[in-house]
């Protein structure tokens, strides 16, 4: 028998409701314009934001060409030396000053 004023026991959790979901959310926007500016928006097509069973934030990449991943590890090592010397122009991070 069914009453309207028995407790249910169904949980009401929406990932909407949490911070992490708008910072995953938020982390995936930043990292989609990147790619887009570094002309890679197209070799990551399952990029998106997500919440584990424990309500953790993630972002998912999706499977990538091994192109893409050599590619991306060489824009992560030129941006590494940049940090690591940002006057050096061998990797282009050094700007010249009139």
């Given amino acids: 028998m069914h009453s309207?004023?028995?407790?249910?026991d169904t949980a009401h959790w929406s990932p909407l409701e949490t911070n992490e979901w708008y910072a995953a959310r938020n982390a995936t926007t930043t990292l989609r314009d990147v790619l887009t500016a570094a002309g890679m928006a197209r070799e990551f097509p399952c990029l998106r934001a997500e919440l584990n069973a424990f309500g953790q934030g993630l972002i998912e990449l999706g499977r990538v060409s091994p192109s893409t991943a050599e590619r991306l590890?060489?824009?992560?090592?030129?941006?590494?030396?940049?940090?690591?010397?940002?006057?050096?122009?061998?990797d282009g991070c050094g700007r010249t000053t009139d």
């Fill in 4 to 8: 309207d004023d028995a407790p249910s």
């Fill in 73 to 90: 590890a060489e824009l992560l090592r030129r941006a590494i030396a940049c940090i690591r010397d940002p006057h050096d122009t061998a």
